[in-house]
């Protein structure tokens, strides 16, 4: 009973480091002198130890893992990376978007669009960048926990800064009402589609370089239906200098699973140029097969 006790006070005191307490230091470092703190505690091999190895041991099988120790490494600092920004989008302006963000983005996104994008690198400036052009986001994403650790109180904090900082509301997939008053109203839908297979839950299964992509297929089936412009992106990151890449284009094609193939192949080209950015690695078999 002990034993439970400190093993649990240990993980907690761990999930606050790791997902609370270093991101924050990007609030009071300057992002250059952050981001070299990030790779010098990524070091530590007791961070994140609780999936980092699972990943790059996932990833090994897929043949993208060339140095195992700087692997880890990499996936820990974009871990660091995508936390930070939860708290830079609280505390930063428009100024810091146009010096640390890269995009080939244009003026069709300042209008409804259905954006897909992988569960890749680090993306909350994507929403900052549609508010900073009057749009109004919404974002599909699976219930939170309800349980207190370092993890779930980013997550809310997450979901309070888009509200607040990126005119983004998050609405839960199943919640079908709320989708279509966002749709009638001209909103935008943002949703990430690479995820592990579910029962009672249709998907494309698109083969790749790497295999089958498990690909989410009703909102693609949606903006079909409802004839919306599709942008897929991609939303990377150089982690040796912290600048986001945000590589995005709009879909010429009309039919759902064109839409679905070039998402899923824009993803795994993604992968194989940078694996250690993929946060999917932990539910590979079921997202990757």
């Given at each position: ?5 400190w093993r649990r006070?240990?993980?907690e005191?761990r999930g606050?480091?790791?997902?609370l307490l270093?991101?924050s ?6 992002w250059r002198?952050?981001?070299f703190?990030?790779?010098q505690?990524?070091?530590w091999?007791?961070?994140y130890?609780?999936y980092v190895p699972t990943?790059?041991?996932?990833a090994a099988?897929?043949?993208?893992v ?11 600092v ?13 505390t930063?302006g ?6 640390y963000v890269?995009?080939n983005f244009?003026?069709r ?5 259905m ?7 680090a ?6 960048y549609?508010?900073a052009k009057?749009v109004k986001?919404?974002?599909l994403?699976?219930?939170i926990?309800?349980?207190f650790?370092?993890y779930?109180?980013l997550?809310?904090?997450r ?6 900082r990126?005119?983004?509301t998050?609405?839960?997939?199943s919640d079908?009402l709320t989708?279509?008053?966002?749709l ?10 690479d995820?592990p297979e ?5 998907a ?7 295999g ?20 897929s992106v991609?939303?990377g990151?150089?982690?040796r200098?912290?600048l986001r890449e945000f ?6 094609a009309?039919?759902?699973?064109e839409?679905a193939?070039?998402f899923?192949?824009?993803t795994?080209a993604a992968i194989?140029?940078?694996s250690y950015?993929?946060?999917m690695?932990v539910a590979r078999?079921q997202v990757?097969?």
């Amino acid at each position: 009973m002990m034993f439970s006790f400190w093993r649990r006070l240990i993980q907690e005191i761990r999930g606050f480091v790791e997902h609370l307490l270093i991101p924050s230091l990007a609030v009071i470092l300057p992002w250059r002198w952050c981001v070299f703190v990030f790779h010098q505690l990524a070091k530590w091999s007791w961070l994140y130890h609780d999936y980092v190895p699972t990943m790059s041991e996932q990833a090994a099988q897929s043949g993208l893992v060339d140095d195992e120790k700087r692997w880890q490494q990499y996936c820990k600092v974009i871990r660091m990376i995508d936390a930070a920004d939860v708290f830079l989008c609280l505390t930063r302006g428009q100024r810091y978007l146009t010096r640390y963000v890269q995009h080939n983005f244009d003026e069709r996104l300042s209008k409804q669009a259905m954006i897909f994008f992988p569960h890749y690198g680090a993306g909350i400036w994507l929403y900052r960048y549609l508010a900073a052009k009057g749009v109004k986001s919404n974002l599909l994403v699976n219930p939170i926990e309800k349980k207190f650790s370092g993890y779930n109180i980013l997550c809310r904090l997450r979901i309070w800064a888009l509200a607040h900082r990126a005119n983004t509301t998050v609405i839960y997939p199943s919640d079908m009402l709320t989708i279509r008053r966002a749709l009638r109203a001209g909103e935008t839908l943002l949703v990430a589609p690479d995820v592990p297979e579910t029962a009672g839950v249709g998907a494309f299964k698109i083969e790749t370089e790497l295999g089958k992509l498990n690909v989410m297929s009703g909102f693609f089936k949606l903006a079909e239906r409802r004839q919306l412009p599709v942008f897929s992106v991609v939303l990377g990151c150089d982690i040796r200098t912290g600048l986001r890449e945000f590589d995005g284009a709009f879909l010429i094609a009309t039919s759902a699973t064109e839409n679905a193939t070039y998402f899923a192949r824009q993803t795994v080209a993604a992968i194989l140029h940078r694996s250690y950015l993929w946060h999917m690695w932990v539910a590979r078999p079921q997202v990757l097969f």
